[in-house]
């Protein structure tokens, strides 16, 4: 059984840091791309960024230079290193695979930028 866990968000000040984890089970971990998306209230899901299993990463514009997608997979863990954070990177952060052409979710984690 495919199972994501996010972890790690929480209240920060612009410009600060915070370093997002997804622990993953329930399959070959090295093998599958691993995907960010986050949701503000009142607005579409949106793409992040993406590890693949060979390291390859993307991101969307707005995050290029300040977020960094990484993976341990002999922790089968996906992190989402997270710097200079601005006010509109409040949102719930999700992690995502695709399996067996099912997409699988995590349950989210808050990150708030404010002062």
């Known amino acids: 059984q495919v199972q994501l866990v996010e972890s790690g968000g929480g209240l920060v000040q612009p410009g600060g840091s915070l370093r997002l984890s997804c622990a993953a089970s329930?399959?070959?971990?090295?093998?599958?791309?691993m995907a960010w998306y986050r949701q503000a209230p009142g607005k579409q899901r949106e793409w992040v960024a993406t590890i693949h299993g060979d390291g390859y990463t993307d991101y969307v514009v707005s995050v290029k230079g300040r977020f960094t997608a990484s993976r341990d997979n002999d922790k089968n863990t996906a992190y989402l290193q997270m710097h200079s954070l601005k006010p509109e990177d409040t949102a719930v952060y999700y992690c995502?695979?695709?399996?067996?052409?099912?997409?699988?979710w995590g349950q989210g984690t808050q990150v708030t930028v404010s002062l």
């Open positions: 995502n695979i695709v399996y067996e052409s099912r997409s699988y």
């Open positions: 329930g399959f070959i971990f090295r093998t599958k791309a």
